[in-house]
């Protein structure tokens, strides 16, 4: 129907006409359009963005009210605390660590489910498969293998007669611990993506290297990454925005222990607000939170402007 | 008979095959430090407790664990709970955030520019830092423990407007005039021909909304506190911290169960999500 409508054009009405007609009606649709959206992000977004601002530069009480203005003293008194530093070196390490072995065990993922093989579409399936997985199904699987009685990393070490590490009560390799269990959880999501780029790099490209006679390892670092590394670099971004946010892993496996070597960022803020009960602090750690995910967001816009029409 | 056509297919010399020997063999170490974490979990979840906590990775497999988790924890009522939500906010999402992605693609109208930027900026901003404000508004609205706590806050999503005006743009222009002469209204052309158009770019988003609905941790654990009401991710918290801690048969019984479903919706959806993801604002 809508197909033999292009050869009325010349004999309908003018289209001035129609577009004035239609420029007064968009208004009205707009508000019934985006109205419910907007009114959803008012209320859970950009409010809770001003009011959390507002907070850290006050003192509240049990009940989260305001009692007096402070300016920037909680800002003051949170930066020169040596155990929020030590919360955010922590932070930055695990989130270096989770974004660069992501990045690195999904290349290796892709690459090799890159392949023509038979029964290589069952390997692609399983290499998704923690993108199925979620936060509390990973903690129960992973407290598991760490488990110092039962666990397999214990029941290896037993086996091999080294010394039985505690991995959740010793602070270097609860690290180690949550590091490595939030790393498995990226990998599907990570592995489909770089997946997908692989595919796209032009075919040609290997044959023209395997004429020269250039080995595969070479090919690898030559071709491949250099093709995908605008891919290598989101994820990296949207890996380490993630990793920025991590909580249920270490509610679950640590509690933030031993002795705060998992106190994270996002984990510190629910015990000062939602434990502790100083409301002030959550908030002001809280602006520290989103001005760092802003900059790395800010980061991963400027990289999509460069592929994503607008 | 049958050797003969296979070796007609791959007439290997023995370098060749030894080549694919190493590349399987990769593949099956790969494939192995990704499964091995299910695999143990699955494995123990037929074992009896009283094995497992000997050490023991073998023992006499049976569903006991799996009884065990049906009848004596609220396992099943979590798993309810967290498919009202989840379906729920998908719901919600697909519609909202469709419509307003619309308005940002056919609808001509003052400050469009500007909301549209506003809309971007929200991206930047991590639900988690904003979880306190949000606690006291939904406290305020009475909607502490019950549905609409997980429901209502996640109804639109800046990234999902965003990720469906990319494929909205896609449609063609003169799609767009035709329904104009025709006389299609803006719900008309929204309804017939923009979301049927856009259909993968739907499926994708409601798949992506179901999943991080279902995945959510930190909000119902400050939100929610009764079996009733509590998801999946909260409800397994509260059986591994409760007493049944030491019952490692039927934690890892519970988990495999609520892993199950969303193995199932990735493995059938997988199709529809590598389409999505690469058509999408990823590429």
């Known amino acids: 129907m ?37 009114m959803l992000l008012v209320a859970f977004v950009f409010y809770p963005m001003l009011k959390t601002l507002y907070m850290s530069f006050f003192l509240t009480n049990d009940f989260g009210k305001t009692t007096a203005f402070v300016g920037l003293s909680n800002y003051v008194s949170l930066i020169t605390s040596s155990s929020y530093l030590s919360s955010l070196g922590a932070t930055l390490v695990f989130v270096l660590a989770v974004s660069i072995l992501t990045v690195v065990l999904g290349v290796a993922l892709a690459v090799t489910a890159n392949q023509e093989l038979k029964g290589i579409r069952l390997f692609r399936t399983l290499f998704s498969a923690t993108m199925g997985v979620s936060v509390s199904v990973a903690a129960i699987f992973w407290l598991f293998a760490f488990n110092p009685s039962v666990g397999v990393f214990a029941q290896l070490s037993q086996a091999l007669h080294l010394p039985v590490v505690n991995w959740l009560t010793d602070p270097k390799s609860a690290m180690v611990a949550i590091i490595i269990s939030t790393v498995w959880m990226n990998l599907g999501f990570t592995f489909l993506i770089i997946f997908g780029a ?3 790099v032009p075919k040609s490209l290997y044959e023209a290297a395997d004429i020269v006679g250039i080995s595969k390892l070479t090919q690898l670092f030559k071709v491949t990454i250099p093709m995908i590394s605008g891919t290598l670099f989101f994820v990296m971004i949207v890996t380490l925005i993630e990793a920025f946010k991590s909580f249920g892993l270490i509610d679950m496996m640590t509690e933030g222990g031993p002795d705060n070597a998992t106190n994270l960022l996002v984990y510190r803020i629910y015990q000062d607000a939602f434990i502790n009960g100083n409301f002030a602090q959550g908030s002001t750690e809280s602006i520290l939170l989103t001005i760092i995910i802003a900059i790395f967001t800010l980061i991963q816009f400027k990289f999509l402007g460069k592929r994503v029409h607008y | 008979m049958q050797l003969v056509t296979n070796d007609h297919v791959s007439k290997p010399s023995s370098a060749r095959r030894l080549k694919k020997i190493g590349q399987y063999a990769f593949l099956i170490v790969l494939m192995l430090i ?5 695999l143990l979990g699955f494995w123990t979840s037929f074992l009896p407790t009283s094995q497992i906590s000997k050490g023991a990775l073998w023992g006499k497999l049976s569903l006991a664990n799996y009884w065990a988790a049906f009848t004596t924890t609220p396992i099943l009522r979590y798993l309810f709970n967290s498919i009202v939500i989840a379906s729920l906010t998908t719901v919600a999402q697909v519609v909202f ?11 001509k109208f003052k400050g469009r520019k500007f909301l549209f930027y506003a809309f971007l900026a929200t991206m930047m901003l991590p639900f988690e830092a904003e979880v306190i404000p949000n606690f006291m508004t939904v406290k305020s609205m009475g909607l502490l423990n019950h549905f609409a706590v997980m429901v209502v806050p996640f109804m639109a999503t800046a990234f999902g407007t965003f990720m469906l005006r990319q494929s909205f743009l ?9 329904a104009d002469i025709e006389g299609l209204n803006h719900w008309q052309f929204y309804y017939r021909i923009t979301l ?23 909000w ?28 490692w048969g039927m934690i890892q019984a519970s ?6 479903p969303t193995l199932i919706v990735l493995f059938i959806g997988q199709h529809y999500f590598k389409a999505g993801l690469n058509e999408g604002s990823v590429k």
């Open chain 2, 170 to 178: 896609q449609i063609p222009k003169e799609l767009k005039e035709a």
């Open chain 2, 220 to 247: 119902p654990m400050l939100t929610t506190f009764s079996d009733n009401f509590r998801p999946v991710q909260d409800g397994l918290r509260q059986l591994q911290s409760s007493e049944t801690f030491n019952n």
């Open chain 2, 255 to 260: 988990a495999c169960i609520v892993v199950i």
């Open chain 2, 196 to 218: 049927p158009y856009s259909r993968i770019s739907i499926v994708t988003l409601a798949a992506y909304s179901f999943l991080t609905s279902w995945n959510q941790y930190l």
């Open chain 1, 2 to 38: 809508l197909q033999r409508l292009p050869k009325q054009v010349d004999n309908s009405l003018p289209s001035l006409n129609l577009a004035a007609k239609y420029k007064l009606t968009d208004s009205g649709y707009a508000i019934v359009f985006l109205g419910p959206t907007l």
């Open chain 2, 97 to 107: 955030c469709s419509m307003s992605a619309y308005a940002f693609v056919f609808l």
């Open chain 1, 198 to 200: 692989l595919q796209s």
């Open chain 2, 34 to 38: 990704v499964v091995s974490p299910f």
